[in-house]
């Protein structure tokens, strides 16, 4: 089993940077995670995919973010990180972590997918 746990969120100004962590308890990509993620949601509204990363370091990225925002896996696969740089109001939202088994690899599943495990999600507030 894993486990999950998300923070680095806060409330920034737009153009601002935040850098969210996920902690990552066990053993990831031996334990059958093929895919791990950020997504993000606000109320009322459809959650989203930011960006996802493979074992092997392979990333996509949602059209919104790209050239803004990084996803990493350090090479002991205990954390999981979202570089957010040049944000946005629209950026505004709750940002999970997440773990997903049996997709393949991410550049199989794209940025649409339900996780097999959550983080509890970390808020991040962007003002203009």
């Known amino acids: 089993r894993v486990e999950l746990v998300d923070s680095g969120g806060g409330s920034v100004q737009a153009g601002g940077s935040l850098r969210l962590s996920c902690t990552v308890s066990?053993?990831?990509?031996?334990?059958?995670?093929?895919?791990m993620g950020w997504f993000r949601q606000v109320p009322g509204k459809e959650r989203e995919g930011v960006a996802v990363i493979d074992p092997d370091g392979t990333t996509k990225f949602a059209n919104s973010v790209k050239g803004r925002f990084t996803i990493s896996l350090d090479n002991a696969k205990k954390n999981l990180y979202l570089q957010m740089n040049s944000l946005e109001p629209e950026d505004t939202a709750m940002y999970y972590c997440?773990?997903?088994?049996?997709?393949?690899?991410?550049?199989?599943?794209?940025?649409?997918?339900?996780?097999?495990?959550w983080g509890q999600g970390t808020l991040v507030t962007v003002s203009s």
């Open positions: 066990g053993y990831i990509f031996s334990s059958g995670v093929d895919c």
């Open positions: 997440a773990a997903l088994k049996g997709a393949g690899s991410c550049m199989v599943v794209g940025l649409a997918w339900y996780a097999d495990v």
